[in-house]
């Protein structure tokens, strides 16, 4: 697959890509720079950049997130935690952040891919792989004697060593079965040594098989200190209305726009001129992607004289306009503008409640969950 200049700017610190000769394309007089996709999965640059950025106006939701992985540690439950937000609100950055919050424990982490098929146990696979250390280019004996040191002393550990390695990519030939059960007796056998974070990112983007694992693992696993997080855009709702619902161990948080001092924080460093960093203040509504995105454009590459740069702001999308490759920013930021004033008539019914209630909820199924406006759409690395 391909990407082209505003794309690959976007998701250049996701993903590893290679440039590729320039385009011809209909109706474009130059030649467009295009990049290749090679790895989606996964990017030691992501992790890097995460040090040294600047992380603000998270601090309810990270506390959210310290006091159900304390509950899981102190009481031996699992529980089932599911953030939800836009495309570029903050999802995985929190994650990230909570991650390095939390020591003696094991993070477990995968990410569903938003392509392809048979990817169902995707992210179970890295993070199995990632429990024992392997990265799935050893050979099969090596992945087996390494499940079989977790797993020694289980009466079921010769099936569970077998799932796994089906699971993790080691059988090709066989089809993965008993998935749940297996997953779940491993974490419980992890769990037993060390607290155990499983942290699933996209999961919008899930199958269903996936989503039943996570089920069953919330339900069934006893006396075992293990926390489930779900990182997904709001639309998740849309096709599992009854996620986490009537479970005691579910929660849900929702992230909303940052607000103005946070955002202001995040642009105040650069270089800019003050009418311009207010403007992307007020444009960026809140998403951190999209005012870091607008920050980039401005200062890497946009004009130089501060009145174009004003013009270039006040562009819209569709008017064959260089703001038109941010088009999604600009919808994410006006859907989360009309979050933030109040206007959220077009988010799922239990997201409405839980804006005009607190941040975070319980787990209430939604009998009739409503669609929302796709958001970041345009993002999505097809
Ligand atoms: N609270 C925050 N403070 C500072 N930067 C943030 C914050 N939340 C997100 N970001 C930055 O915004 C960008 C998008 O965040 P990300 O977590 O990838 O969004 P999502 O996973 O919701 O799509 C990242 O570069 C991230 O570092
Ligand atoms: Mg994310």
Same mark, same amino acid.
């Given at each position: 697959?391909?990407?082209?200049?505003?794309?690959?700017?976007?998701?250049?610190?996701?993903?590893?890509?290679?440039?590729?000769?320039?385009?011809?394309?209909?109706?474009?007089?130059?030649?467009?720079?295009?990049?290749?996709?090679?790895?989606?999965?996964?990017?030691?640059?992501?992790?890097?950049?995460?040090?040294?950025?600047?992380?603000?106006?998270?601090?309810?939701?990270?506390?959210?997130?310290?006091?159900?992985?304390?509950?899981?540690?102190?009481?031996?439950?699992?529980?089932?935690?599911?953030?939800?937000?836009?495309?570029?609100?903050?999802?995985?950055?929190?994650?990230?952040?909570?991650?390095?919050?939390?020591?003696?424990?094991?993070?477990?982490?995968?990410?569903?891919?938003?392509?392809?098929?048979?990817?169902?146990?995707?992210?179970?696979?890295?993070?199995?792989?990632?429990?024992?250390?392997?990265?799935?280019?050893?050979?099969?004996?090596?992945?087996?004697?390494?499940?079989?040191?977790?797993?020694?002393?289980?009466?079921?550990?010769?099936?569970?060593?077998?799932?796994?390695?089906?699971?993790?990519?080691?059988?090709?030939?066989?089809?993965?079965?008993?998935?749940?059960? $297996?997953?779940?007796?491993?974490?419980?056998?992890?769990?037993?040594?060390?607290?155990?974070?499983?942290?699933?990112?996209?999961?919008?983007?899930?199958?269903?098989?996936?989503?039943?694992?996570?089920?069953?693992?919330?339900?069934?696993?006893?006396?075992?200190?293990?926390?489930?997080?779900?990182?997904?855009?709001?639309?998740?709702?849309?096709?599992?209305?009854?996620?986490?619902?009537?479970?005691?161990?579910?929660?849900?948080?929702?992230?909303?726009?940052?607000?103005? $001092?946070?955002?202001?924080?995040?642009?105040?460093?650069?270089?800019?001129?003050? $009418?311009?960093?207010?403007?992307?203040?007020?444009?960026?509504?809140?998403?951190?992607?999209?005012?870091?995105?607008?920050? $980039?454009?401005?200062?890497?590459?946009?004009?130089?004289?501060?009145?174009?740069?004003?013009?270039?702001?006040?562009?819209?999308?569709?008017?064959?306009?260089?703001?038109?490759?941010?088009?999604?920013?600009?919808?994410?930021?006006?859907?989360?503008?009309?979050?933030?004033?109040?206007?959220?008539?077009?988010?799922?019914?239990?997201?409405?409640?839980?804006?005009?209630?607190?941040?975070?909820?319980?787990?209430?199924?939604?009998?009739?969950?409503?669609?929302?406006?796709?958001?970041?759409?345009?993002?999505?690395?097809?």
């Amino acid at each position: 697959m391909l990407l082209g200049g505003s794309t690959h700017r976007l998701v250049r610190d996701q993903v590893t890509t290679e440039q590729v000769e320039s385009l011809t394309m209909k109706g474009k007089a130059e030649p467009v720079a295009a990049w290749r996709l090679l790895d989606a999965a996964r990017s030691p640059r992501a992790a890097k950049r995460r040090a040294t950025n600047l992380f603000v106006g998270r601090d309810p939701q990270l506390r959210l997130l310290q006091d159900a992985f304390q509950r899981a540690v102190g009481e031996h439950t699992c529980q089932l935690v599911t953030v939800l937000g836009t495309a570029g609100i903050g999802k995985t950055r929190l994650a990230e952040e909570f991650a390095a919050t939390i020591s003696d424990a094991l993070v477990l982490t995968g990410r569903c891919l938003s392509y392809g098929q048979g990817a169902t146990y995707w992210p179970l696979r890295q993070a199995v792989l990632g429990a024992v250390g392997l990265t799935g280019e050893e050979p099969a004996d090596a992945a087996e004697a390494a499940f079989t040191a977790v797993l020694r002393n289980d009466p079921d550990a010769a099936n569970i060593v077998n799932r796994l390695l089906i699971l993790a990519g080691f059988n090709r030939e066989a089809v993965p079965e008993d998935v749940p059960w $297996a997953v779940r007796l491993f974490l419980e056998l992890l769990a037993a040594q060390w607290p155990v974070l499983l942290e699933v990112d996209d999961l919008h983007w899930a199958e269903s098989g996936l989503l039943e694992v996570l089920e069953h693992v919330a339900d069934w696993s006893r006396d075992s200190p293990i926390m489930l997080l779900g990182l997904a855009r709001p639309e998740f709702y849309d096709s599992r209305p009854a996620w986490g619902g009537g479970k005691l161990n579910a929660t849900a948080v929702l992230l909303s726009p940052l607000d103005d $001092a946070a955002t202001v924080s995040l642009v105040d460093k650069h270089d800019l001129p003050e $009418a311009i960093k207010r403007r992307i203040v007020d444009t960026s509504g809140g998403n951190p992607l999209f005012a870091e995105q607008l920050v $980039a454009m401005l200062a890497d590459e946009g004009p130089r004289r501060p009145r174009q740069r004003r013009r270039y702001l006040d562009r819209r999308p569709g008017r064959g306009c260089q703001m038109g490759d941010a088009a999604y920013g600009i919808r994410a930021a006006r859907r989360a503008h009309r979050v933030r004033h109040g206007h959220h008539h077009r988010l799922p019914l239990t997201l409405r409640r839980s804006l005009t209630r607190t941040q975070c909820r319980s787990h209430e199924p939604e009998p009739n969950g409503r669609r929302t406006d796709g958001s970041g759409s345009s993002m999505d690395l097809r």
